[in-house]
Every structure is written in C-alpha cells, then in structure tokens.
C-alpha cells in the first residue's frame, strides 16, 4: 500500500475525544459494542473546576463533551454523535428499525435520556448547590420531576431487560450515564428503584462496557448501585 494512502486512512480514523468522567463515555462505550476501530484520546478536567479545560473547549464552539472527529468531521453532541457512528461505521447496529414491534419503545428511551433524565438531574444538581430550605418551592418541584421519571423507569425495567424491550440498544448506551456517573456530580439514592438496580447490574456485566470504562476513567468504579 503506497504511503500516502496509508496516511489517509490513519488520518480519517474516527477520533473519540473523552472528557473524563463524562457524558463522553457513551461514545467509548458505543465503540466497543459495535467493535469499531477507533483512537481515544483522553482529556483531564480542571483540578480545581472539574469543567472541561481549554483544549478540550477548543475542540468544538460549544465546549462541551462529547466530541468525536472522522476526518474532515467535527461532531458534537450524544444522540448525534451516537447516529452518525452507527449509521456510518456501525451498519445500523444497536438499533430497532421502524417496523419491529419496539421501534416506538426505543425511540421514546433514546431521546428520553437527553430530553428528560439528564435534565431533571442537572437542574437538581445546580439547585443543590445553592443551600436552599428544603421548603423551597421550585427545589420540590425539580426534586418531584426527578422522582417522578425515575419512578417510570422502575416501572418499564421491572417488565423488561433493557429499555426498548428484550434488545440491547443505543437507548441504554443513552440513558445509563445519568444513572451511573451523573451520581458523581449529583448524588441520589437508587435503593428504592430494585429493576433499575438489577438493570445496572446487567449494564455491569457486558464485556464491552466494562472495557470502555476501564479505558475511559480507569480510577473510576462504575456506580452501579
């Protein structure tokens, strides 16, 4: 194979650029399902911060994690970066199609991930730090909204094993960064959810999450209870 063409595909190599502990994870995890080659490139957040530092920000206008190049690509932001890699290096993998009986399934938990869960618990996790009484009347609503949707994920586990229905799909590779990691940042208490518990735990056991965590925040211990 001639140099240059060489250079080309090592140039093009989908690039997964992981802040640490956050919701970049998805991607590495999204990766090693698919069992796609792909380079990782792992960036440390501020010490004192714990946001993302300027090389990290510089990646993309919007500064946030997480951020994937292939070749000429910059792409940002979870759902889409999720799309993108299981439409052009994936073959539609870890997807339902629109005539399986679970397709309306999977849609509703993909992008009630990012709609609805990861909201509900950053909103909680900015409230919490401003010390207000525990009377306060929109930290009750936020704490309810959060009660409330977590409360509806018991119920559609306790019937289920994963979020579409029988199938592991890119809804879970969604959804389990706000169950796991987010509790680093907000923490709440899963002890009254037993499904979404037993679910973690099968999260758990899959070789191929286990091998993106260990390359992504390898001094992280997943936070599957």
Not at 8 to 17: A, E, Q, S
Not at 144 to 157: I, N, Q
Not at 160 to 178: K, P, Q
Request: hydrophobic share 40%; net charge neutral; proline share 7%.
């Amino acid at each position: 194979m001639r140099g240059g063409r060489f250079s080309d595909i090592f140039y093009r190599m989908l690039t997964v650029h992981h802040l640490g502990k956050s919701q970049s994870e998805r991607i590495v995890w999204l990766c090693e399902e698919l069992g796609i080659p792909y380079e990782l490139k792992v960036y440390d957040r501020h010490p004192v911060t714990r946001l993302a530092q300027p090389d990290y920000k510089a990646l993309h206008p919007i500064g946030a994690a997480p951020v994937i190049t292939d070749g000429d690509v910059v792409l940002a932001e979870s759902a889409a970066i999720i799309d993108y890699i299981v439409a052009r290096h994936g073959e539609g993998r870890l997807t339902l199609k629109p005539d399986h009986p679970d397709y309306p399934q999977f849609l509703y938990w993909l992008h009630a991930a990012n709609g609805t869960y990861q909201p509900a618990t950053g909103r909680n996790m900015l409230l919490s730090r401003l010390n207000l009484p525990a009377d306060n009347a929109v930290l009750k609503a936020m704490n309810g909204r959060l009660a409330l949707a977590l409360g509806h994920l018991e119920e559609r586990l306790a019937k289920v094993d994963y979020l579409a229905g029988s199938e592991f799909t890119t809804a879970d590779i969604m959804l389990v960064f706000t169950l796991t990691t987010m509790r680093l940042f907000y923490p709440y208490d899963l002890k009254p959810y037993p499904a979404i518990l037993r679910y973690l735990q099968r999260i758990g056991s899959r070789p191929a999450y286990q091998k993106a965590m260990a390359k992504g925040d390898p001094d992280l211990t997943p936070l599957l209870t």
